[in-house]
């Protein structure tokens, strides 16, 4: 292992360089249980000084609770931040998830709301946050498209797609970047989404690379977490992914790293052009993420992971079926 103290810059299609790990804020609004609205402030602000430059959050995080969080915490800072956005997802008043919509004027209602909620006049990256089935692709960012002329945006990102819609989206607008879940026990995109991203000079924020706290030995906090509904935290899936959670932490040791910072590590050796998304909600947690920039794998430590902790050995999928079945990334 070695050490490096000023962290090269990573880019996002043919211009956009971008700190190489990112602070993705939906876990600042709930999902994790209770959270602390005054340390989440706090955390981006950190982030921000400590040089992240990308701060992601979506639209219906916290049914827009959490775009009003970073909001204030961009209050003086703006300048500094690439704002990142999902946008589309629905939700019910109780919070559950109601559908998808990606028509042309939904996205330009959603800009407008973000907009707003944010207290911004543009956004950096916008994206949606899924594939709507029932809009062709070209619609839903051609409507992104016609905001970046407008002046609202400046790029176009994509969330979960699949190498073929991801095609068709750049041949209608540039795309910078694919925001996928990807982690040592989360691999699938290595498969036909990274040699189509390569071809076309995409670059990546890679979220779920702890897979939700799984690889940090995190446990479900109780009522609101929403890991209780996630098939690698519950039941014997759970005793079983612990064991490989167990050989990380021991390989983690070997480095003098973390499990946390290993697992991040790892993902930022897999490629120049990848940024992980770190899930931090407090200034502790993004002081352990940032740590894993001081981790430089060899070859062969990274084989020696992956021969250890294999993808093909995690209990369970990242999400539950039904949202498995929806994703365009997973086709």
Known sequence: MTHESSPALRSFGTELRVFPMGLGCMAMSGVYGQ???AEGVATIQAAIDRGVTLIDTGDFYGQGQNERLVGRA???RRDKALLSVKFGAMR???GSWVGFDGRPAAVKNFLAYSLERLGVDH????RPARLDPTVPIEETVGAVA???DAGYVRYLGLSEMGAETVRRAHAVHPVCDLQIEYSLVSRGPERSIWPALDELGIGVTAYGVLSRGLLSGSKIKGE??????LPRFTGENLVRNERLVATLARMAADVGATPSQLAIAWVLAKGPRIVPVMGARTRAQLEEA???LRVRLSPEQIAAIEEAVPASSVAGSRYAEPQMRHLDSER
Request: no cysteine; proline share 4%; hydrophobic share 45%.
């Open 35 to 37: 959270s602390d609205e």
């Open 74 to 76: 961009l209050a003086g």
């Open 92 to 94: 019910a008043p109780d």
């Open 123 to 126: 956004v950096d990256i916008y």
């Open 146 to 148: 016609d905001m970046i």
């Open 224 to 229: 609101g977490d929403m890991r209780a509904r």
């Open 290 to 292: 940032l740590g894993a």
